[in-house]
């Protein structure tokens, strides 16, 4: 692989506004002057990335598809010890166990972002494998003497934990940021890495690297932060009222997925457009103007939901998505359209029941009683007033008619059928044959 260089990698991160900080305004020099190999590090306290790991993961693409060479870190060493930038307390300790299970999700998960072939192709390494080596008096001896613990306490990271005296900062923690320090330091030597990329907490620990390879090796290396993704309504970004969303599918459904970023505020999406999508800004400006006329149409949400659920996704995945939205979202929209696959996903968080399917014999199961024993409603006669008051959807369509029953015609994909209580309390029935 020998991509030519984009002379304008950073000029486009700044444009997109995913430049916070940097160490030296000479970065951009360095990055047009030809290729640069740069780093991001990711955490491996869980099996899956989230999408608050999409915009440096993505930043690892933009910088291969510019013509420079990524390395990404899986932390097994650093992850045992824990970043306490961002935390109120110290995390829990990864046994050895958790901790290898955690990389190899992620490892899978890197390698379907990254071209990781050729000379020149990305690499995926594990700090593990230098940090583990380390010689305890070694390293105090010819690393900690560089640190000073007046300016390690003086860091935002460390200073907020020391002041909130109930929880303080262990030594452990405290020695995160010369690990990380060293991490950039090893993959200079190694591959001549000159350039650490991280998320605006991660400033403290990028300095350090710089300033250690500056006084170790007397060579300039650059750092440069992405700022703190955050909603319009200073929310917090990333998370919906189920919890994180993963970019596994086994955790998170390409379906959840698409409908997180198609749930995007207007005054968001353009930004979020710009930030995590790789369409042309001159495309992303034709959007946004859209948008600014005819907001109420939401096309904005829906490019930017498709873009990323295909980058995650794939193209399919990102298609039956988006299938899926527009027939439940519409009135008039078809069941039928959907994929066995298509429902799974749409509902895969919805209660389900299994009902022996012998029972619609020729004249079909009576809805109330389906109703009442799936739990959708409490009871027969709750169920009947609620038919009564038209909110009971049978596949989408309103129900009115108490006596009405589930036949075999009522039947989607794979044997489902999605009731509906008012506009959000969804149920699953799968008619199944008896065994």
Known sequence: ???????????????????????????????????????????????????GSLLPLTALVRMQRAGHRPIAIVGGGTGLIGDPSGKETERSMLTQEVLSRNIAGLRAQL??????????????????????????????????????????????????????????????????????AYDFLALYDE?????????????????SGCDL???????????????????????????????????DPALTTPYEFYQFWLNTSDADVVRMIKMFTFLPMETIDEIGRDAAVSPEKREA?????????????GKAHAESAER??????????????????????????????????????????????????????GSRSQARRAVEEGAIYVNGRRVADVAYSIAEGDLLAGGFVI?????????VLRFRDAA
């Open 1 to 51: 692989m020998n991509r030519p260089m984009d002379p304008t990698f950073f000029d486009d991160l700044e444009r997109r506004g995913l430049v916070s900080q940097v160490t030296s305004p000479e970065v951009r020099a360095a990055l047009n002057a030809g290729r640069v190999t740069g780093y991001i590090g990711f955490d491996p306290t869980a099996a899956s990335l989230h999408v």
């Open 324 to 377: 899926t939205s527009a027939v439940l979202f519409d009135e008039q929209g078809d069941f039928r359209r959907l994929t066995e696959e298509d429902l799974r996903s749409a509902f895969a968080g919805s209660p389900i029941t299994d009902i022996d399917r012998g029972r619609l014999g020729s004249k079909g199961a009576e809805l109330v009683t389906l109703a009442a024993e799936s739990g959708l409603c």
């Open 111 to 180: 390698d379907r972002f990254l071209d990781f072939s050729g000379e020149r192709g990305a690499l995926l390494l594990n700090n593990a494998d230098w940090l583990g080596k380390l010689d305890l008096l070694g390293f105090l001896r010819d690393i900690g003497k560089h640190f000073s613990v007046n300016a390690m306490i003086a860091r935002d990271s460390v200073r907020l934990r020391l002041e909130a005296r109930e929880h303080g900062i262990s030594f452990t923690e405290l020695s995160y940021m010369l690990l990380q």
């Open 213 to 247: 390879i500056r006084r170790l090796r007397g060579a300039d290396a650059f750092g440069v932060t992405f700022p703190l993704v955050t909603r319009a309504d200073g929310k917090k970004f990333g998370k919906s009222e189920q919890g994180n969303i993963w970019l």
């Open 301 to 313: 949400q829906r490019v930017l939901a498709r873009e990323l659920t295909e980058l995650v996704h």
């Open 191 to 207: 591959y001549g890495c000159s350039l650490q990329m991280g998320g605006s907490d991660q400033w403290g620990n990028i300095v």
């Open 419 to 427: 009731l509906r209580r008012g506009k959000k309390t969804y149920h």
